[in-house]
């Protein structure tokens, strides 16, 4: 057990101390709670009360005797027996649970929803019945008076499944593309749903209609600057009749009467996480909200912070136990975590022994939490014009920023940034523009790096699109954008594996090539002029109708062949070609030996005086000629001017490439040649 002790509420986590394995003998157990403290103030409220991975959701049931928690690996569900303090029973699925809800007051009649789309039932003995849904589904709620199970997902409707009668019935539609979350008023039984676009809805079972609509994404706007997309309905929670809180996927939480479209109250975790669970206390005006990262405990009608509880590992659900000060937390850890507050009420009857324990195992050292500050870094606290607090009380200096009070950052802000609220307003319009314009014609701009080949995709894909073909887009890849910006990724054109593949280049026709050069010089002049806001959409236009694709091109896999096959021979040519060359000078080094000849260039000789030979004897006249061929050894014989030459027939030397080919040759057979010296005549 550890003692907290945040703004001066003692805070007991039980589930904290080290286990003991079960093989350990009494005497090895003795020992070891003597010498360490931390065992010795360990108490194991609930055995077994953990998970093999992670724990994701947890419920009591409505009579209060058990505890219903899910986890992996593998996926299960444990109940718990709290009048034994033990495990009750433990059964396994076959996918891992997204949520679920206790159809009885005791563990008889369970319903499980799962990520593969499956919803399944479970009576005392074990799994009754399974079945699908249409759409993947986030969040069940079970309407008693109805018989009605509604399930909300990634669909704009309410898929309603009547457990008496065994079958679905007509769902509801909304107005939304997907749904969160849904609750249901437990005095009313009014039905209300969480959209993706911060709307709740509600809706009444016995008339099947809306009935009222909340827009909270408007007054989640001023909480944060940082604001980019519309936050998101995380999770609702009813008390009583009236009251309805809201959670955010900014870190919000609006409290609403439901008589009135704005919330009486917004609280703000300055997280910036998304609220996984709010819960009230029954007997307080004490309010739970839980993120990822921390739970809060407040009052409900001032706002004002009781307590916190950060977390060693993520929070994923919470679960308060009716009229008592304790709730049990599922996480990202084997362990669930159990608190108990006793300022907010008595221990539960299973375990009324911690009210006479919790004063005997009071730490003097109590944790310090910082509520009700906000952390600025030093860029933001000169937007808000603070810096010459630096130094003072008004700024605690902690890590890279520094921690103020809250109020004063509200305020600052307020006067820095009087026109937040417009701005977030032209954001929603241009999105809404934006939307409405999604299916005419989108201009893509041309990358940095390897420009032909983000040209070729572009092109593709506008065939693909007319040939109403399906293709992977490797510009919108995310595993790919390094290949479009990063210059180590270039392609270069004077390798041989450029030539070898067929880079994409050599696919483009001259007509297509020309609008490659011509797209390539037009967004080379856009990067270098400066055109405001009013232009942007004139400059759009202009590029439109300068991007012209053409489909008249196709690519035939005959050419490609070729076009690979003939850079394939070129390469070997020029690597034959540099062998023989290479040979040729190492013979004649060998003939000169070491000794070169150097020739020196005269004085008033020019090149043009150094012409060939056979040039010359061309423009020389006919004896000249003759007189040449003679002294080479031609004789004239007959009157018809027949000639003889004698020669001598040799064995002709293979020179160049057939001199490369037999000594390549040799090499090669060189090894397959066999000694004769241990080969001897056998004499008679």
């Known amino acids: 057990m550890q003692v907290s002790c945040p703004n001066d509420v003692k805070i007991y986590n039980l589930s904290a101390g080290k286990s003991l394995p079960e093989w350990l003998s009494e005497r090895k157990r003795r020992s070891l709670i003597k010498k360490n403290v931390d065992i010795r103030r360990r108490i194991e409220l609930i055995q077994d009360f953990d998970m093999p991975g992670v724990s994701t959701s947890i419920k009591v049931s409505k009579d209060g005797q058990y505890i219903f928690a899910t986890g992996i690996y593998k996926p ?31 563990y008889s009649k369970l319903v499980f929803l799962h990520c593969d789309r499956t919803i399944e039932f479970h009576v005392a003995h074990g799994k009754y019945y399974r079945l699908r849904i249409p759409r993947f589904g986030r969040d069940i709620k ?115 009467d439901i008589r009135s479209s704005k919330p009486f109250l917004v609280k703000d975790h300055m997280y910036g996480l998304p609220i996984k669970n709010i819960e009230f206390h029954q007997k307080m005006d004490m309010v739970y909200s839980m993120d990822s990262s921390i739970v809060k405990i407040w009052e409900r009608n001032s706002g004002k912070l009781y307590t916190s509880i950060e977390a060693q590992n993520d929070f994923n659900d919470m679960c308060v136990i009716p009229n008592t000060g304790m709730f049990v937390i599922a996480n990202e850890n084997t362990k669930m975590q159990t608190y108990y507050i006793p300022s907010l009420g008595p221990a539960p009857y299973w375990c009324s022994f911690l009210d006479n324990l919790t004063e005997e195992l009071e730490e003097l050292n109590y944790e310090t939490i910082y509520d009700d500050y906000k952390f600025v870094t030093e860029k933001e606290l000169d937007e808000l014009g603070l810096s010459h607090l630096k130094g003072t009380k008004l700024l605690r200096a902690y890590m890279h920023g520094y921690f103020m009070d809250i109020r004063l950052y509200r305020k600052t802000r307020d006067v820095m940034k009087p026109f937040e609220f417009e701005e977030y307003k032209k954001k929603r319009i241009q999105q809404k523009i934006q939307e409405t314009c999604g299916s005419r014609v989108q201009v893509q701009k041309l990358p940095s790096v390897n420009k032909e080949l983000a040209f070729k995709l572009m092109d593709d894909e506008t065939n693909m699109k007319k040939k109403k073909k399906s ?110 060359e290479d040979e040729n000078v190492k013979d004649n080094e060998q003939k000169l030996g070491n000794h070169s000849r150097l020739y020196e260039i005269k004085e008033h000789v020019e090149f043009r005086d150094a012409k060939p030979v056979a040039k010359r004897q061309n423009k020389a006249t006919l004896g000249d000629r003759l007189k040449t061929q003679e002294a080479l050894g031609v004789k004239v ?48």
């Open 76 to 106: 299960r569900v444990k109940c718990f027996d709290v009048k034994n303090l033990s495990l009750k029973f433990e059964r396994c699925f076959d996918s891992e649970v997204v949520t679920f809800d206790i159809l009885s007051d005791d």
């Open 142 to 256: 079970y309407h008693y008076p109805s018989c009605n199970l509604f399930i909300v997902g990634d669909s704009n409707e309410i898929y309603r499944i009547n457990l008496e009668r065994g079958q679905f019935l007509q769902s509801f539609v909304t107005d939304s593309t997907s749904i969160n979350k849904c609750e249901i008023n437990p005095v009313h039984h009014l039905l209300t749903t969480g959209t993706q676009e911060g709307k709740v809805e509600a809706w009444d079972p016995r008339t099947r209609n809306k009935v009222g609509t909340l827009d909270c994404a408007l007054y989640c706007v001023g909480q944060d600057n940082k604001l980019e997309a519309v936050p998101a309905i995380t999770s609702l929670k009813f008390q009583g009749g009236l009251t309805l809180g809201v959670g955010t996927s900014t870190g919000q939480v609006l409290l609403y």
């Open 471 to 580: 293709s992977s887009n490797l510009l919108k890849d995310e595993r790919f954008k390094a290949l479009f910006s990063n210059p180590d990724f270039q392609v270069d054109k004077n390798s041989e594996e450029y030539s070898l593949l067929n880079p994409v280049i050599s696919q483009l026709d001259k007509s297509r090539a020309k609008k490659l050069q011509a797209k390539i010089a037009e967004e080379e002049a856009q990067q270098k002029m400066e055109i405001d806001h009013e232009n942007d959409e004139n400059q759009d236009n202009s590029s439109d109708e300068s991007f012209i694709h053409d489909d008249s091109s196709s690519e035939d896999e005959k050419p490609w062949v070729r076009e690979v096959k003939k850079q394939y021979r070129l390469i070997k040519k020029n690597e034959r070609q540099n062998e023989v």
């Open 637 to 684: 014989s007959g009157s018809r001017g027949n000639r003889e030459m004698t020669f001598v027939v040799g064995k002709k030397k293979p020179t160049g490439r057939a001199k490369f080919q037999v000594r390549r040759h040799g090499k090669d057979h060189k090894h397959l040649l066999r000694p004769a010296g241990n080969l001897y005549r056998k004499k008679r």
